[in-house]
């Protein structure tokens, strides 16, 4: 199961306390150390799609503290860094709602500071106070909530409704194995291929009423807010393919209007099950639409090949 949206609390770790203490030589002063400092708590990136799934039974993250003060003036250890390591394409929101996306492979930034060490009593040391008798407590790290949104980095996105051909079109045009079926909503989640180092994402099924939580509603729609294509399926043996479209797109309009302005091409998939007139019968209704149209089989290497020639030139 693909986890798109957690909640997470990211805290580091707390400064280790100074220590009291005193040479063992009468009149030779005090020799307790600094605590060490709490570890910091990082988020990196990483191109596994499922790295946010971990965090539904780990959602408080925080980082070792720091080790008290020692003897003889020795510091206390550093507690270690904790890196968090999510998805590239992932949006980090904040308490107040600032929004940092992480679309980089690789990319890492500080989430929480660690608390800082507290002084031990030789620190305190002074002519006028020559056996001081306190240390500083460490201080807390710092401690945010986060929300961990996951929107797919992809170039082209597969949409429309149950059936119609989209997985298997993903599979025959990439490396992808998404499940396949005779039934609705066979996609359960959001599948991805590369097609000559272009991502296309095969979005799953969404139905009229989507967006009144009806189906799988509009769950998996933000996957496609980054896309530079939309690929439009609808299937050749529909009876109504302009009404299939436009169910689509109403859909897509509520869910945000902007989705609409991305490029489009419709693809009539399946269209060997239908005689040439028909599907002529079909392009020319899906005509209004002012969409390029390229009907496309699995089981038609030309069809398929005029699809790839198209996209990749987008």
Not at 44 to 49: F, K, R
Not at 217 to 239: Q, R, W
Request: proline content about 5%.
């Amino acid at each position: 199961m693909l986890i798109d949206d957690v909640e997470i609390i990211a805290e580091g770790g707390k400064g280790g306390p100074g220590r009291v203490a005193f040479y063992s030589k009468k009149g030779a002063g005090p020799s307790g150390g600094d605590g060490g400092g709490g570890g910091d708590v990082y988020i990196e990136t990483t191109p596994d799609l499922y790295a946010l799934n971990k965090f539904l039974a780990h959602q408080q993250c925080s980082a070792p503290n720091g080790e008290p003060g020692g003897l003889n003036r020795k510091s206390g250890a550093n507690g270690k860094d904790l890196n968090l390591v999510v998805p590239v394409g992932t949006t980090l929101i904040d308490g107040e709602g600032k929004e940092t996306e992480l679309n980089s492979l690789n990319q890492k930034l500080l989430l929480a500071k660690g608390g800082l060490g507290g002084k031990g009593n030789a620190f305190f040391k002074s002519p006028s106070n020559t056996t001081p008798r306190y240390a500083q407590p460490g201080l807390k790290g710092e401690k945010k909530k986060l929300i961990l949104k996951l929107k797919l980095i992809a170039d082209f996105g597969l949409i429309g409704l149950p059936n119609a051909g989209k997985s298997s079109l993903l599979n025959e045009l990439t490396n992808a194995q998404a499940k396949t079926g005779a039934y609705p909503f066979t996609t359960l989640e959001p599948n991805l291929g590369v097609l000559n180092g272009k991502v296309i994402a095969d979005i799953p099924g969404l139905i009229e009423g989507a967006s009144e939580g009806k189906g799988l509603g509009h769950k998996f729609l933000k996957h496609i807010e980054k896309v530079t294509l939309l690929l439009h399926c609808i299937s050749s043996d529909s009876v109504k393919p302009l009404s299939d479209y436009k169910i689509i797109r109403d859909e897509i309009k509520r869910f945000s209007p902007r989705l609409l302005e991305k490029q489009e091409i419709i693809l009539l998939t399946k269209s060997d099950l239908v005689e040439e007139k028909d599907l002529e019968k079909k392009i020319k209704a899906l005509s209004e639409t002012k969409s390029k149209i390229i009907p496309v089989s699995i089981h038609n290497w030309d069809s398929l090949q005029t699809l790839i020639q198209t996209i990749l030139q987008k």
